[in-house]
């Protein structure tokens, strides 16, 4: 299985630019979630999706946006990129919910905003 | 709201040391914790996953422990290896939701 899949790794942005992270999961999860690393801040949620044609915001989802039209597919959308959205941006998934829910992540994409 | 602690933020030992990695959080009410390991540059790999109802899990030289009444949980490693040497973070989920909310991790440096 290939897990949880991100693509671009590496984008490198103008300010004003949009683009849009692309996620995948082959795992049948129907939760799936946008976090945003910044050095020594922890990861903060962006938005988060319980099932196809859901989604709901988290704690930062200024300046973004997502949507989930298929169980495997959760992409990311920047309209009008800034300098505070150059970050480190990680996909994860989740099956079901409740005490056995375990969280698997994608490898990251890393985007400076110049 | 939920927040979480990981004490210390960075850590270095000799190798073979065996070490304790310790996080806490102040909602109890939670139905699991997450131990997640990342390297440099990669993503979150999954160590160990603790239900509410289990007072510890067990993974090779891993083990993790949780005391939901105190906010508490801890990360054991049994004389290390530098390929241990990562940045360890934990989780728990929000609220009983399946947000999770990961405290700022604990870098570990072993040293051959």
């Known amino acids: 299985n290939a897990g949880v899949t991100q693509t671009p790794k590496f984008r490198i942005l103008k300010i004003g630019q949009s683009m849009t992270l692309q996620c995948t999961q082959d795992?049948?999860?129907?939760?799936m979630y946008w976090y945003r690393q910044d050095p020594g801040m922890g990861l903060k949620l962006i938005y988060y999706?319980?099932?196809?044609?859901?989604?709901d915001k988290g704690e930062v989802p200024n300046g973004y946006n997502v949507s989930r039209s298929t169980t495997e597919d959760f992409p990311l959308r920047l309209e009008l990129a800034a300098p505070s959205q150059t970050s480190v941006y990680f996909c994860?998934?989740?099956?079901?919910?409740?005490?056995?829910?375990?969280?698997?992540f994608g490898q990251g994409t890393r985007l400076t905003v110049v | 709201k939920q927040e979480v602690t990981q004490i210390p933020a960075a850590l270095s030992v000799p190798e073979g040391e065996n070490l304790v990695l310790n996080c806490s959080f102040t909602?109890?009410?939670?139905?699991?914790l997450q131990w997640f390991r990342q390297d440099p540059g990669k993503g979150l790999t999954s160590l160990l996953l603790i239900q509410s109802s289990q007072r510890e899990q067990t993974s090779g030289r891993l083990n993790a422990s949780l005391d939901k009444s105190s906010g508490r949980s801890t990360l054991y490693i049994a004389a290390s290896q530098p390929g241990d040497s990562a940045t360890y973070l934990c989780a728990v989920p929000q609220g009983g939701s399946e947000k999770l909310v990961f405290g700022k991790g604990t870098k570990l440096t072993v040293n051959p």
């Open positions: 999706s319980v099932g196809a044609g859901i989604t």
């Open positions: 909602d109890s009410a939670i139905y699991n």
């Open positions: 795992m049948n999860h129907n939760y």
């Open positions: 994860a998934s989740s099956h079901l919910g409740g005490v056995d829910t375990e969280a698997f």
